[in-house]
């Protein structure tokens, strides 16, 4: 699961020392360096602690301070995103939710809205590692004390976002590995068990690429899910097997909010390469180009693409100035590709001068009748 989750750096603990003589703690030591030979744990510290006699315990401390400073902080200029592990109610307080938050910050006094159930309240008071913060930011784990939203109306595996800037989903196109270990090829539909942040549901399969996966494969598939999720570009997930409970793969978000895909399409087997192995750009450029000729919102893009909304509002205004886009309203910052602009346009005039060659005698086409034979 660490692995699928891209998990890069670690430390083993040994725990209970104190039941076992050193002779076998040595033998455990060299069983463990061995079993994690071939992951992201290769030569991670192993470390022996007892909780009852406190041996150990402050080489752990240490360790754990020494590796958290070579970790990268991650940003928190992306969109505020907490899902929420633990839901309950504090005598005095009221609703208390906690989490990661996984992206973005929040402060004191914010409006807050809760998906899927799009329940909205605000920020009463807001604690992290148990100290009262005025703000909180990625990486951290907090506690959110909400004022106008009754503990029962949420769960675990809801997420906590500003209001109006995620749309929940059930239809997800992803990269999928599929285990070696998994004990049967995967087949087309097959019905799993879907984890993402804290949410649980299940998912029906599509396999786009080919009939099946093999263990060991990897593929595009699109994800049907029972019950809505907030997702976004570059999230990652793991899929459980629905009967036996075992880990069969997991996989990276490639688009939380596609169309119903056509199996076997050579588009859209290219379109979902790029996702995953394209630039942020690059992404960015598809999704406006597949908006057509209705062109795309800010705050659409913003549910298609794990980018900060300053980044795209940039590349926006840099693709703008070199001529690819059009600005069309920029109150909602919707933009449409010139390209697009230019056939719209074309069509328009096509139907302006079949008009006038038909009825050379009327003034002109009435604009809403000039609407309804437009795409």
């Keep these: ?86 839901v309950f109610v504090m005598k005095g307080f009221g609703t208390v939710v906690t989490g990661t938050v996984i992206s973005g910050s929040l402060s004191l006094g914010e409006t807050v809205e809760v998906l899927p159930p799009g329940l909205e309240g605000k920020v009463r008071s807001l604690q992290v590692y ?75 399969i599509f396999i786009l690429d080919r009939e099946e996966l093999a263990p060991g494969q990897g593929g595009f598939v699109q994800l049907r899910l029972e019950k809505s999720v907030v997702a976004l570009q570059q999230d990652r997930f793991v899929i459980r097997g629905s009967s036996a409970i075992q880990t069969i793969g997991g996989g990276v978000i490639l688009d939380s909010h596609p169309e119903k895909h056509k199996r076997h399409s050579f588009s859209v087997i290219a379109d979902l390469n790029l996702l995953k192995d394209g630039t942020g750009e690059q992404a960015l450029s598809q999704h406006i180009h597949h908006s057509g000729m209705g062109g795309i919102t800010l705050e659409y893009l913003l549910n298609r693409v794990e980018m900060p909304p300053s980044e795209i509002r940039m590349m926006i205004r840099k693709m703008s100035e070199k001529g690819d886009l059009l600005l069309i309203d920029p109150e909602k910052l919707k933009v449409v590709e010139k390209g697009q602009y230019h056939q719209l346009k074309e069509m328009a005039l096509t139907q302006l001068r079949e008009f006038h060659q038909r009825s050379p005698m009327k003034s002109g086409l009435a604009k809403e009748e000039l609407r309804t034979k437009l795409p």
Excluded at 53 to 60: D, F, K, S, V, Y
Excluded at 164 to 180: G, H, S
Aim: aromatic share 4%.
């Design 1 to 86: 699961i660490c692995r699928l989750l891209k998990v890069k750096k670690g430390l083993i603990v040994l725990t209970k020392i104190d039941l076992v003589d050193r002779e076998l703690l040595e033998l455990v030591t060299e069983e463990v360096a061995e079993i994690v030979q071939d992951t992201f744990l290769k030569g991670a510290p192993i470390l022996a602690v007892s909780s009852v006699t406190g041996e150990g315990i402050p080489q752990l401390l240490s360790t754990l301070d020494f590796l958290s400073q070579k970790i990268e902080e991650r940003s928190s200029n992306g969109l505020f995103r907490l899902p929420i592990d633990r």
């Design 130 to 204: 148990n100290r009262p913060v005025e703000k909180t930011v990625a990486g951290e784990r907090a506690a959110v004390n909400l004022q106008g939203i009754e503990a029962s109306a949420i769960e675990r595996g809801d997420i906590l976002i500003r209001p109006n800037t995620l749309k929940p989903t059930q239809l997800i196109d992803a990269y999928l590995e599929y285990l070696p270990n998994a004990p049967r090829p995967l087949k087309h539909r097959t019905r799993q068990r879907f984890h993402i942040g804290t949410t649980l549901t299940n998912a029906s």
